[in-house]
């Protein structure tokens, strides 16, 4: 493991170290003639040589042919936007598989299958980071936030540890020690710097820095609704990432297929940062999807109601599609089964499987056909006077493709659905919002964690003494409550919600935890943060606060930076004593 950032793994473009090419501005003005864009020159006369080179390189570095083509075809498709409710149908039965409704035989040998994988190099997971923490109010990328546990970790260090225990794992069950999984970390123009220097300072969380590859996705302009593209400042243009879709073109442009190629990646599992519960390659996933030898897949679960906000995973026209609520009737999204559930039940989370095999053919026969997506934004923009000014309400277009775009071209799909309290719980707003704060995405995790020690033999009691109730989950209310909103709320209003932190270390999902739970009464918080097997296996007692959940002793660390390494159990008794 290194420290340095030539040690890392992340694709550069070529640099060039000569001096910056002399500018043909006739001819990049009768390029932008051509183009109708001729307005991105307006300030050229007021600008210093400097600006003139940078803005000059910024146009030349587009296709401008290509971009306006993008534009006139997105907004096209916008406008013969039409209902696809007599094009839909439900997923088959014979390619939906679901936790609640397989076998504990089926799910072992799924789990085996993934961990089998893993252990022989097969298995790689790609992070789609290109956000930043904007909504969160912080302004570095959203993999660097903490949310509040006892540890303090952020996102990033929960999905490293995640890894690491993967990678144990799968020694322990096949016997095969040594499997690596290759993290692919797919960055935006603002997140990459941050987001290396962050893995850098934390020695990569424990990771090998030569299994760790950042690359970046690309950028396009953004237009006005007139199609002009918005200039930011007179020597600049405005631009934003091309969307999570994006990864098919970098993954090409950065040479990221060839790198999985020499490193015996055969299966990647592709996620959003943002999702608290995330399990890292899960195995079981990993596993059903290669027992079906399925080149596609695409995690899921189940919609809480009829006209819950969320992309649906059905076929459209025969092909597989991620359906968004606007798309459908309210007469569609309330069609029920013959077993009384929602026929579109099968809602998308931003959790896939591709085999390598199917991200090859996606990127050389179909990554031009996937479409871009209108996105109506604020986007900042230079004045008459060549001032930036930031509007308060959408003023542009940015042009975007996302991930599940590539469903269509699938020869054999893959459908699994698993429990929303266990896997699914998103981070995308600050607190006081309705739903997906820091506080939800916290008390979400607390409560997995909760029901894994209770599922060892654990039990949570209050000074008392007296048993406390698991925190309300959203699955287990009332439907209409089910949409991580109002059971959200109800997290958030339930007097001293359990706090419990079981670090990725200790435990992947929580297998292994009966040697340090099983017989014991805890009084919350609970926080088991550190490698199976070390000196913090037994109980110890730590100074904490019940009522935030946070221990009084704690490293300092910059945006929840990485909490302190030693074990620690909360106080624990014997279930006899009470």
């Given amino acids: 493991m290194g420290s340095s950032q030539s040690s890392l793994n992340f694709s550069e473009k070529p640099v060039d170290a000569h001096q910056p090419a002399a500018m043909d501005v006739e001819r990049l003005r009768a390029d932008l003639k051509e183009a109708g864009q001729e307005h991105l020159l307006q300030f050229w006369p007021s600008l210093e040589p400097e600006q003139r080179q940078a803005l000059y390189e910024d146009i030349t570095s587009m296709d401008l042919q290509e971009v306006n083509a993008f534009y006139r075809r997105t907004l096209d498709e916008a406008e013969d936007q039409e209902k696809l ?125 030569d299994d760790l590859v950042f690359f970046e996705q690309g950028t396009l302009p953004c237009f006005g609704f007139d199609g002009k593209i918005i200039l930011e400042s007179p020597s600049r243009v405005a631009r934003a990432p091309d969307g999570n879709g994006g990864l098919y073109r970098a993954l090409e442009r950065e040479n990221m297929l060839r790198d999985m190629e020499r490193r015996g990646v055969k299966y990647l599992h592709v996620y959003c940062v943002d999702n608290i519960l995330v399990k890292m390659a899960d195995p079981v996933f990993m596993g059903y999807c290669i027992s079906r030898g399925a080149d596609c897949g695409a995690k899921v679960v189940e919609k809480a109601f009829p006209t819950e906000a969320v992309g649906v995973v059905c076929q459209v026209d025969d092909h597989y599609q991620v359906v968004e609520y606007s798309e459908i009737t309210l007469k569609t999204a309330q069609k029920r089964s013959a077993d009384g559930r929602l026929a579109f039940s099968a809602g998308s989370i931003c959790n896939h499987f591709f085999t390598l095999d199917f991200l090859k053919y996606v990127v050389s026969e179909h990554e031009s056909e996937l479409l871009h997506h209108v996105a109506k934004k604020k986007i900042p923009h230079v004045d008459s006077d060549g001032q930036t000014q930031k509007p308060d309400k959408p003023n542009g277009i940015k042009l975007e493709k996302f991930v599940f775009d590539v469903f269509q071209f699938s020869k054999n799909f893959a459908v699994w659905e698993v429990l929303r309290e266990d896997e699914f719980s998103p981070l995308k707003n600050a607190d006081g919002a309705e739903k997906d704060t820091p506080t939800t995405a916290r008390l979400a995790l607390c409560s997995l964690h909760q029901r894994y020690v209770l599922a060892a033999g654990g039990q949570f009691v209050d000074d008392d003494g ?113």
């Fill in 466 to 578: 007296r048993p406390i109730p698991l925190i309300p989950s959203p699955a287990t209310g009332k439907p209409e409550e089910a949409n991580n909103n109002k059971g959200q709320q109800a997290w958030v209003r339930w007097e001293d919600p359990v706090i419990c932190e079981i670090s990725p270390l200790v435990s992947y999902a929580g297998e292994g935890l009966e040697p340090l739970v099983a017989g014991r009464r805890f009084v919350p918080p609970l926080l088991l943060n550190g490698p199976a097997g070390g000196q913090g296996d037994q109980p110890q007692r730590t100074d904490t606060s019940r009522r935030t959940g946070r221990p009084a002793r704690r490293e300092r660390t910059l945006a929840g930076e990485r909490a302190a390494s030693e074990p620690v159990i909360a106080a624990a008794e014997p279930l006899s004593r009470h």
């Fill in 85 to 209: 409710d007599d094009r839909l149908k439900p997923v088959p039965a014979e390619v939906f598989g679901s936790v609640v409704r397989s076998s504990a035989e089926q799910l072992e040998a799924y789990r085996r299958t993934g961990l089998e994988a893993v252990s022989r190099g097969e298995v790689g997971v790609l992070l789609l980071a290109g956000g930043q923490g904007t909504r969160l109010g912080v302004s570095y990328p959203k993999g660097m936030y903490n949310v509040g546990l006892p540890s303090s970790k952020t996102l990033y260090q929960l999905q490293s540890e995640g890894v690491r225990r993967l990678q144990q794992l799968a020694g322990e069950v096949t016997g095969r020690a040594g499997g690596t999984v290759t993290w692919y970390v797919m960055t935006s123009e603002s997140t990459k710097e941050p987001t290396v220097r962050f893995f850098e300072q934390h020695e990569y969380f424990g990771l090998s820095a």
